[in-house]
């Protein structure tokens, strides 16, 4: 366990007295992981490749702020500057850069000298600014470092003038829960270095400072093959009892039997965020798989406000029952049924885990499960048609 203090030595030795900027993953200077959604990579990774992703990244939080000619843009966390100075180009009135380490605002001051570019240093919870000096801030790839994301909530909602716009970029948690697993896997995150801030807690931060809003518009699904570029998909839309909700399915690819086929649902409402159920599609006992293809989601007809029940494909295997080495059920199609608790959805993970529907043939393939009001009563027969 680290503690507060560690983490800023941590920073300030990574940011400060070391320079990332001369790693090749961070080869421009821009320091971020870039978007790589429309460059396609067919070998190994070029510098020049790194550095498009990089600026593809501000393009997009600028694109999304349309941020143009007479404005007033703040970047919190802006590192060496180079993003920043990327935003020249949209003819705005002012740039300014804040970051917490101070050599970093002495390379991003040497690096630039436009005149309506300027660089400071301070905090995110402390922006050193009067109320209402902006009408556009982002930050990018810097919040995952930030100890204080209520208070940089604050702060961002106070510096911007009403009806100003606010976008902020960097990887997240998709929920409270991932934590340890973070840590287990990225020394980033063991040691501090990172902060695995959920995305439910930070939209609640920013409703909370007073945002209104908030949504995730570009929310990454990891790794995507560079054959299915452009090409995700979704299919089987279906509406909650009530019509408050619509789940949905979504792959990475065209396919609905594509590996990352998901069950996702959405508010049925216009741009509205749309929600991953993390445990309904990925936790089987105690272990969390992935490239299960679930898909054809439909709701059961209840009408209980708080909780909701799904039913789904899923070709997950049925490990708890088959004995041990049996390929019998081996990535076949069966019908799984999970809850939703309604409260948590944009809190974190709303779903619990799926379990499966029971009378299934083993050796079959199950799709598209429906559901009925009226139970049949024991002695029913069909009807004679002549």
């Known amino acids: 366990m680290t503690t507060e203090q560690d983490r800023i030595d941590l920073r300030r030795s990574v940011y400060g007295s070391g320079d990332l900027s001369a790693l090749s993953a961070f080869g421009g200077g821009f320091i971020n992981f870039g978007y790589w959604r429309d460059l396609a990579i067919d070998g190994p990774i070029l510098i020049e490749q790194r550095v498009a992703s990089q600026q593809a990244m501000y393009d997009l939080v600028a694109d999304t702020l349309q941020i143009g000619a007479g404005d007033r843009v703040l970047e919190v966390g802006c590192g060496r500057g180079i993003g920043a100075a990327s935003l020249l180009r949209r003819d705005p009135a002012r740039v300014c850069g804040l970051d917490l380490m101070a050599e970093q605002v002495a390379r991003a001051n040497e690096a630039n000298t436009d005149p309506r570019l300027t660089f400071e240093q301070g905090s995110a919870a402390a922006i050193p600014f009067p109320d209402g000096s902006f009408n556009r801030l982002l930050s990018v790839e810097a919040a995952q470092h930030f100890e204080d994301i209520p208070g940089f909530a604050r702060e961002s909602y106070r510096v911007l003038e009403p009806l100003g716009r606010f976008a902020l970029a960097t990887f997240f948690a998709a929920d409270e829960h991932a934590a340890?697993?973070?840590?287990?896997?990225?020394?980033?995150?063991?040691?501090?270095?990172?902060?695995?801030?959920s995305i439910g807690s930070v939209q609640?931060?920013?409703?909370?400072?007073?945002?209104?809003?908030?949504?995730?518009?570009?929310?990454?699904?990891?790794?995507?093959?560079?054959t299915c570029v452009g090409q995700?998909?979704?299919?089987?839309?279906?509406?909650s009892p009530d019509s408050r909700w619509l789940a949905f399915s979504r792959a990475d690819c065209e396919s609905e039997a594509d590996p990352t086929a998901e069950i996702m649902i959405a508010a049925a409402a216009p741009n509205a965020p749309r929600y991953a159920l993390i445990r309904a599609n990925n936790q089987v006992g105690e272990q969390a798989l992935s490239g299960l293809q679930n898909g054809m989601p439909t709701w059961a007809p209840s009408h209980d406000a708080d909780i909701g029940w799904i039913a789904f494909t899923s070709a997950r295997d049925y490990g708890?029952?088959?004995?041990?080495?049996?390929?019998i059920g081996k990535q076949m199609h069966q019908l799984?049924?999970?809850?939703?608790?309604?409260?948590?959805?944009?809190?974190?993970?709303?779903?619990?885990?799926?379990?499966?529907?029971?009378?299934?043939?083993l050796t079959e393939n199950n799709h598209r499960p429906f559901w009925t009001v009226d139970v049949l009563p024991p002695d029913w027969m069909p009807p004679i048609v002549r």
């Open 180 to 197: 340890p697993e973070l840590a287990r896997l990225l020394d980033s995150f063991a040691t501090g270095l990172d902060l695995a801030h």
């Open 204 to 226: 609640e931060a920013l409703r909370a400072a007073g945002f209104t809003g908030v949504e995730t518009i570009a929310q990454s699904k990891g790794v995507v093959s560079s």
């Open 232 to 239: 995700e998909s979704y299919a089987n839309p279906m509406f």
């Open 320 to 327: 708890l029952v088959l004995k041990e080495g049996s390929t």
């Open 336 to 361: 799984w049924i999970a809850a939703i608790d309604f409260s948590k959805i944009g809190e974190g993970d709303a779903s619990f885990p799926a379990f499966r529907l029971p009378a299934q043939d």
